[in-house]
């Protein structure tokens, strides 16, 4: 009976992780903190909530205030009752589009402040309760445009804030599954493909629905032993071996 946290849950990937849960047996998901950083959920997302039976509950938590994550720690503390929480996902980001490359950039330190420090200060706040978890699970959303040896190819997404705020979280899992590895923790970064969601546009390769579940089908075989600090690419059967940029035959991802 997992307990969940994940952020940036008001559209996109973030919303059908949590309608992914939902879908699983009681048994197995007790309890999901959806949060954004809105005051009231996202319409789709109170839906959920509400036909959740109890399962889901909103829990409002902006990534870029330390005051927020340490409020939301606090309510989702006296919701788990002396239970610790299973499963964190830092899911929330931005992908800020550069034309003409890296020197035009003038939005590389908010990209820095959401797609980096963001996740950052969320894990090491909710480390106490972590700590007091099951699985001890923390997974970060990452994508292959984050990574160093295949950044050649990328160069036409006109993302290198993106890109290098990625690579640059793809090292802070590194630290991470590292410094808690002494303790059981499972930690690693993932990259859920080119979705079809406001962020990837309508010419993604894939339904959000379908990144959200070969997300979760890693998260919930996760362990220490096989997926501690690794980047993992999800699978999705006939993507194995596609003509193009992508790819996704549930391999490790080159750093």
């Known amino acids: 009976m997992a307990s969940y946290l994940i952020t940036g849950s008001s559209r996109g990937l973030g919303l059908a992780l949590v309608s992914q849960l939902l879908s699983l047996p009681a048994s197995q998901v007790a309890s999901i903190f959806a949060t954004s950083r809105s005051a009231q959920p996202s319409p789709n997302l109170k839906e959920l909530i509400d036909q959740s039976s109890g399962r889901a509950s909103y829990v409002q938590l902006d990534v870029t205030d330390t005051i927020s ?17 299973d499963v964190l996902i830092n899911n929330a980001g931005i992908q800020p589009v550069t034309k003409g490359g890296a020197e035009y950039m003038d939005n590389l330190s908010d990209a820095f402040n959401i797609n980096v420090n963001a996740p950052h200060e969320v894990t090491r706040t909710f480390l106490p309760l972590l700590r007091k978890g099951e699985r001890k699970v923390i ?5 292959t445009l984050g990574s160093i040896s295949n950044a050649s190819p990328f160069m036409a997404k006109s993302t290198p804030a993106y890109n290098i705020t990625k690579a640059a979280l793809n090292m802070l899992t590194v ?31 894939l339904p959000v629905q379908t990144g959200a579940e070969a997300v979760m089908k890693i998260i919930l075989e996760a362990n220490h032993k096989d997926t501690n600090g690794k980047f993992l690419n999800i699978h999705v059967p006939g993507w194995e071996q596609t003509q193009g940029f992508n790819q996704y035959d549930g391999a490790e991802i080159p750093w």
């Open 69 to 85: 994550i340490r409020t939301a720690a606090r309510q989702i503390e006296r919701q788990l009752q002396g239970r610790g929480l």
């Open 139 to 143: 997974t970060n959303i990452s994508t």
């Open 175 to 205: 630290q991470y599954a590292l410094s808690l590895e002494s303790e059981g923790f499972t930690v690693f970064c993932v990259s859920p493909g080119w979705l079809k969601t406001d962020l990837g546009g309508p010419r993604a390769d």
